[in-house]
Each structure stands twice: as C-alpha cells, then as structure tokens.
C-alpha cells in the first residue's frame, strides 16, 4: 500500500517562506510522476506544482511560478515544494500526490492515484 505524508506546514507571515516535504513508502518512488495540490475549504483543489518521475520535468501553475519550486530526491523518497514570497492568499491545504500512469505528471488531479492527507499552511500577519 502506497502512502504519502506531508510535514512542514505551519503559521507564516506574509513574504515568509516554507518547505513542505512528503515522504513515500510501500512503492517504489522513482516510479512515480509527484505533484503539489492545495485546497481551501469549500473551493476546488487546485494544481500548484508537478515533476516527473526522474526529475528532469516540472510544471507550475501561473500562481505559483517564480515564488516556489519543487524538486525530489529519489534517494530520501521525499517530493519538496519550496515557498517563498508567500501571500495571504497561498493559505490552504496542501496535498501530495503521486502517480504511475503519467510519468511526466500534469496539472489533472485526475492523473494521480495516489495521495497525502495534507498539511495546513497559512500566511497571515
């Protein structure tokens, strides 16, 4: 059984940076394309982040380009997303997600197969 926990969220002011981690156990990561999601309460999940399952590809959403960035390290089977420049509204529920079937990943929730319980940031002053 697959599973990814998050860790790293927490109370951030405005401008502040954070580094979510998610670690994977009972797969093989380097077999999994991951991705960063985030969700406040009563809105859609929205797709922040992906990379593909060796690395060398990343996607971004619009709102997250040029303030955070993912990377993984196969080694520690862990996915990062590294949060700078954070803004009121960057506050949500923050999800992991992984998936076999699209290797390079995508923006799709419906791509992954797989996924954290999430880990709560917020950024308020």
């Known amino acids: 059984q697959v599973q990814l926990v998050e860790s790293g969220g927490g109370l951030v002011q405005p401008g502040g940076s954070l580094r979510l981690s998610c670690v994977v156990s009972g797969g093989t990561f380097s077999d999994y394309a991951m991705a960063w999601f985030r969700q406040v309460p009563g809105k859609e999940r929205e797709f922040v982040q992906a990379i593909s399952w060796i690395g060398g590809t990343t996607y971004s959403a619009d709102s997250a380009q040029g303030r955070f960035s993912i990377s993984r390290d196969n080694a520690k089977n862990t996915v990062y997303l590294q949060m700078n420049s954070l803004e009121v509204e960057d506050t949500a529920d923050y999800y992991c997600?992984?998936?076999?079937?699209?290797?390079?990943?995508?923006?799709?929730?419906?791509?992954?197969?797989?996924w954290g319980r999430g880990t709560q940031v917020t950024v308020s002053s």
């Open positions: 997600a992984a998936s076999k079937r699209a290797p390079y990943g995508g923006s799709v929730s419906a791509l992954y197969d797989y």
